[in-house]
């Protein structure tokens, strides 16, 4: 657990999430989008965006997840199977974390019966930010169309939170005077 906690609290990896100024934001269509997609296609009563902290997990976006997650859109780290994914800066996938011997006593494992996982990592400047993730509550084999399908997902909501920087950044750039949108081409 030590290296997992060094992982995720490395100061790059944090300065790479923070570039992204997605913390602690409101919920987007865009962002809603995805997730409800993911739930939809990969057939999981529950899709995250995840963004992970240094002392938690952050909620961009969520479908099913129960109260009180949905919320207060975030969780300390204790309840984050994300945060493994992200210290790897890999996908994740878990069939079964009950008879996962490194999952099975994991809290959202014991108390919120979550059996199934599957996440992918968004990753900027070669730092993995936070996933996107479905879980179930049943056991899964989670099939090679479906991890494909759940990557494709992950690249999709990478290109968004890229977009959603450029349009701030040309925002703020407008409002301190700078060149308006009209003299870009289209």
């Excluded at 962002?31 to 995250?48: I, Q």
Aim: glycine letters at 4%.
């Amino acid at each position: 657990m030590t290296d997992v906690l060094a992982a995720v609290r490395d100061p790059q990896r944090l300065a790479a999430l923070r570039r992204q100024v997605l913390l602690d934001t409101p919920p987007s269509e865009t962002f809603d989008r995805l997730t409800r997609l993911a739930a939809r296609v990969l057939d999981a009563p529950v899709a995250l965006l995840t963004l992970v902290d240094e002392d938690r997990q952050f909620f961009k976006s969520s479908v099913g997840l129960p109260e009180p997650f949905a919320s207060a859109r975030q969780t300390p780290l204790e309840f984050s199977i994300c945060q493994y994914a992200v210290a790897a800066n890999a996908r994740l996938v878990v069939e079964d974390a009950r008879a996962d011997p490194f999952l099975a006593d994991h809290p959202i494992v014991r108390q919120f019966g979550v059996v199934a996982y599957a996440g992918d990592v968004l990753v900027f400047g070669g730092h993995a930010v936070g996933t996107l993730c479905v879980l179930d509550v049943r056991p899964r084999a989670w099939s090679e169309h479906e991890l494909a399908t759940l990557t494709d997902l992950a690249a999709t909501t990478v290109e968004q939170i890229r977009l959603h920087r450029i349009e701030r950044l040309l925002a703020r750039r407008r409002e301190a005077g700078g060149l308006p949108l009209t003299r870009f081409p289209v």
